[in-house]
């Protein structure tokens, strides 16, 4: 059996003497959806910024792929195919839209820096038809010239799911993709993950929208308070009465 | 990509370069050709002081160290009879290029206030250092007899040759520095500037780039350290002190931070402005001090702003002021 895509061995975090994680475990299979759910303060982001290499765990192991990433940075992370988005998007704000997009396909190019970058300058033809096509597909191309910073927030949220699409990552961790987004755009973007990356690209999916878990994920963890609860199939999460519980005690989050 | 924009960094510097000969045939005084001399390499400098602070996000202070290594050097080998640009240009590069790596690999560990700090306090350490030195002057600095040569190709001595050495240098670096931040590299810088997290994220070395900008600023600074060495003769510790790097973020900010030809608007208004002022007063920087607290009070992105306005061109993105759009 091929090596799990994600492999998450006693992940333990404290913040202070605060546990923020304690001794997680979490295999992503290749081609799966994996959602990761839980009260606010259960430590979803958390686990993904020790994923991404942002947060140092105190203990535990990362392999991606089969391999042991835990030393690794962030920037090296990224370089081997892991790919996080932000809760907050986290756009190059004063960088016009078709430049972002431009950063993304480089990266998925695994484009370095070297001493040729200076000499450079056809970078941006070079990519022109793709960055055209990356914009139509995702319905930005009148906003080709504009900043990030000023677009609506469902076009930021596109955009930064765009960015994270076309860099073609080996594991993407989509953090909240669908917070503060309308029904229409929410349905959008979930039509476009359905899409572009079912089957292909294994995911880690935080959420709080349970409609938008319950139609994308094939696995369910749930954690609370920096553990584990249960990890197994919607069916499974959704007829567990200790997740039931855990959440009545905690409803204002649903 | 960016329209008149290109156009304005082609023509701009081309124009900076004629006016000095224009002025001084009208004239027919050839001594005013100093001044523009002065003005372009400050330029020079400028521009590469904004390459890291308008590109990368760097505010140093102590840019000026680069041109105080630049004048030593080409003082120190010229006095010692070695006057060829070809050895001068390569021994200038490697002094300041090890310096900015190592001065970067140091503040670059830092940000915002303590980045500022660092750099100022690394610049004083030479600045100390050039001042009680009494090899090659001390406190006194080191008169220069011999200008820099390039295989007798122009006569060093000659006020016409000679500024036609000091223009064709600016011009390139000045293009230079412009080629680098359109280049993909600048993207890159500009990208680790506006969100360094996003930028490791998507695997960029964040410090990588920023080194390397800060390395060839240091660099293309250093010569313009050489060429203030030639024309003034002279190289002095005052070149690498603290109000040199004060001068050199105040002509950045005159001329509109992050704008590519902001420094060329700022050291011509600069020294042009210090030239008139301290024909009447030697307190010229008393009234020049309100002067660059109105340009920054009223003047959106500086004198590069005001020249954006008139001509409605739109340059470079810059955070500040992109929102208040």
């Known amino acids: ?254 | 990509m960016h329209g008149r924009l290109e156009l304005q960094s082609i023509i701009v510097p081309l124009l900076a370069i004629a006016i000095g000969p224009i002025v001084a045939l009208l004239t027919g005084d050839v001594y005013v050709l100093h001044v523009y001399e002065r003005a372009l390499i400050f330029a020079v400098a400028a521009a590469s002081l904004n390459l890291i602070l308008g590109f990368g996000g760097m505010v140093s202070f102590g840019h000026a160290v680069f041109i105080g290594l630049g004048a030593y050097v080409t003082g120190i080998m010229s006095n010692a009879d070695i006057t060829a640009l070809w050895f001068q240009v390569p021994a200038i590069l490697a002094v300041t290029g090890i310096v900015a790596l190592v001065m970067g690999l140091i503040a670059l560990r830092t940000t915002g206030v303590y980045f500022i700090m660092i750099t100022l306090a690394l610049a004083q350490i030479f600045y100390y250092t050039a001042v009680s030195t009494s090899t090659f002057g001390g406190d006194d600095g080191l008169v220069i007899y011999e200008r820099s040569t390039f295989f007798g190709f122009y006569d060093p001595w000659d006020s016409w040759q000679f500024y036609g050495f000091i223009a064709t240098v600016s011009l390139g670096l000045i293009w230079f520095i412009t080629a680098v931040i359109n280049s993909d590299f600048g993207l890159r810088l500009l990208a680790t500037r506006e969100n360094p997290q996003r930028s490791g994220a998507l695997g960029m070395h964040v410090l990588g780039t920023r080194l390397l900008a800060f390395v060839i600023a240091g660099m293309v600074c250093g010569l313009a350290g050489m060429l203030l060495a030639n024309q003034s003769e002279f190289a002095t510790p005052g070149y690498a002190n603290w109000q040199r790097s004060g001068e050199l973020l105040a002509i950045v900010i005159l001329g509109g931070v992050g704008l590519r030809m902001g420094p060329v608007y700022g050291a011509f208004a600069f020294i042009l402005v210090e030239h008139t002022l301290a024909a009447y007063t030697s307190h010229w920087a008393f009234y020049f001090g309100p002067v660059l607290v109105l340009v920054v009070l009223f003047l959106n992105r500086g004198l590069g702003g005001l020249v954006d306005r008139i001509l409605h061109t739109r340059s470079t993105t810059l955070p500040e002021f992109e929102e208040a759009r």
Request: glycine share 8%; aromatic share 4%; proline share 4%.
């Open chain 1, 1 to 254: 059996m091929a090596a799990p895509a994600l492999d998450l061995n006693g992940i333990t975090v404290t913040f202070g003497g605060i546990h923020a994680l304690c001794g997680v475990d979490l295999t992503l299979q290749p081609g799966q959806i994996h959602a990761l759910i839980g009260p606010n303060g259960a430590g979803k982001t958390t686990l993904v910024s020790v994923l991404s290499g942002e947060l140092t765990p105190d203990h535990g192991t990362v392999h991606l792929a089969g391999e042991n990433i835990s030393d690794l940075k962030p920037y090296q992370r990224a370089r081997r195919g892991l790919l996080r988005t932000y809760q907050l998007t986290a756009l190059f704000q004063h960088i016009p839209l078709k430049q972002n997009i431009l950063l993304s396909l480089e990266a998925r190019d695994r484009a370095r820096l070297s001493l040729g970058d200076l000499l450079r300058f056809g970078v941006a033809k070079r990519y022109e038809a793709e960055i055209a096509e990356v914009l139509a597909d995702f319905k930005l191309t009148d906003k080709a010239d504009v900043v990030p910073a000023s677009l609506s927030h469902g076009d930021r949220r596109r955009l930064e799911l765009a960015m994270a699409i076309i860099a073609n990552p080996g594991v993407l961790l989509l953090d909240e993709p669908l917070a503060g987004l309308s029904i229409a755009d929410a349905a959008a973007l979930i039509e476009m993950i359905q899409t572009r990356l079912r089957g292909k690209t294994p995911i880690l999916l935080i959420e709080h929208d349970m409609d938008a878990v319950f139609s994308l994920a094939d696995v369910i963890t749930v954690m609370v308070n920096g553990n584990v609860l249960m990890t197994g199939s919607p069916e499974d999460v959704r007829n567990s009465e200790e997740v039931q519980a855990a959440y009545l005690s905690d409803e204002d989050d649903f």
